[in-house]
């Protein structure tokens, strides 16, 4: 857990973000670190390994991968970067391979973050950057090699304030790509009860601290009514709450209407391309819109993702994890400083009220 909470603004702190790519013949690799800290030890794969940055404050949003070897997913990597605001840092890592079925909506994404690079990639080139939504081709950061491995770096000053953070991952894989799912909470398994089975695994996180609420497992697969059961209990859930999915071996068959609806009320957009042993994984907000949370889907292969969240109080939250956290600190600090000045002054009132009576008084004697 990151416990940093200072002010850059006042402390003049800056954040280092180090981006590493190996394709498959120069090492096989993938590497993003804050600082120090690799961020994505859990969800490196072949394709796009992407971590987003708040441009505010240098903490990291989002982590996940797009394996664009297999199709579909080069379009889910470009609907993704369209959702984000403009400004967020955004930084890639190619593993294995990133160029096989790249298709040119992905190359434009590539390319709405800054890359001049991205037209030149290969089968199994090392290509690393770091960008920014909505910049101008050639502003990004970045490197890209058809015979090594490649590293660039970039830093960010941040302009607001940092706070703690709390990181939960959820990790997805059909029968045919490993058979399991996994939802962690700081790096630490979520146990579930009934242990995790085919189907929906649910995990409801309280978004101020990171604690778990509850859990369950839906077998779809064994029995239709149990995709009613998954859209009914996901109702009950608070608006604001956590919600982690990982789908195991299969989460397709039997999903009805009613629960890919219950799915989009945490802000799924992708629900609706599950295909039968596919992998999806999900970190969302009950009653967020649709593209506000992180989820990954691949109907060949495994998908992890990562979501960082802020340690707040327990008081209701916005349910979107996509806006600058440091905001709304900087007003409550904003506030509290506004308080302050209306009790001094109403001090100075009372005292300059007391000496005029006072004064009142000692004329009339």
């Not at 490197?143 to 970039?154: D, I």
């Not at 839906?218 to 029995?223: L, Q, R, S, T, V």
């Amino acid at each position: 857990m990151n416990t940093t909470n200072v002010n850059p603004a006042r402390n003049g702190v800056t954040t280092t973000v180090q981006v590493s790519s190996a394709g498959y013949d120069h090492g096989n690799s993938a590497s993003i670190k804050r600082n120090t800290q690799d961020l994505g030890e859990n969800f490196y794969n072949r394709g796009l390994n992407v971590a987003v940055f708040d441009e505010f404050t240098g903490q990291p949003i989002f982590g996940t991968t797009f394996d664009t070897f297999n199709s579909g997913n080069s379009e889910s990597f470009a609907q993704f970067v369209s959702t984000l605001p403009p400004g967020r840092i955004v930084a890639i890592a190619i593993k294995d391979d990133a160029n096989f079925n790249l298709s040119d909506p992905g190359k434009r994404a590539c390319k709405s973050l800054g890359s001049r690079l991205i037209d030149d990639l290969q089968f199994r080139s090392s290509w690393a950057i770091i960008g920014q939504t909505d910049a101008a081709p050639g502003t990004a950061t970045e490197k890209l090699s058809h015979e090594a491995a490649v590293t660039c770096s970039r830093e960010i000053t941040a302009t607001k304030v940092s706070v703690p953070s709390f990181t939960i991952a959820a990790t997805s894989a059909g029968n045919n790509w490993g058979n399991m799912a996994q939802v962690t909470c700081n790096g630490e398994l979520i146990p579930l009860a009934e242990g995790y089975q085919r189907g929906l695994n649910v995990v409801v996180f309280d978004p101020s601290n990171g604690h778990q609420l509850q859990s369950r497992s839906f077998d779809i697969y064994a029995d239709p009514a149990n995709a009613d059961a998954f859209a009914d209990w996901i109702e009950t859930i608070p608006q604001g709450r956590v919600v982690a999915i990982a789908a195991k071996d299969d989460a397709s068959f039997n999903l009805s209407d009613l629960a890919k609806t219950a799915c989009k009320s945490i802000g799924s957009t992708q629900i609706h391309r599950l295909q039968f042993r596919g992998s999806w994984a999900i970190v969302g907000i009950k009653g967020a819109s649709g593209g506000a949370v992180i989820e990954n889907l691949n109907n060949f292969g495994s998908v992890s993702v990562n979501a960082w969240f802020p340690l707040v109080d327990s008081s209701p939250v916005n349910p979107s994890v996509a806006q600058p956290v440091a905001e709304s600190i900087e007003s409550s600090e904003s506030s509290s400083g506004n308080k302050k000045q209306v009790i001094i002054i109403g001090l100075l009132l009372a005292i300059i009220v007391i000496v005029v009576i006072g004064a009142i008084l000692i004329k009339k004697d």
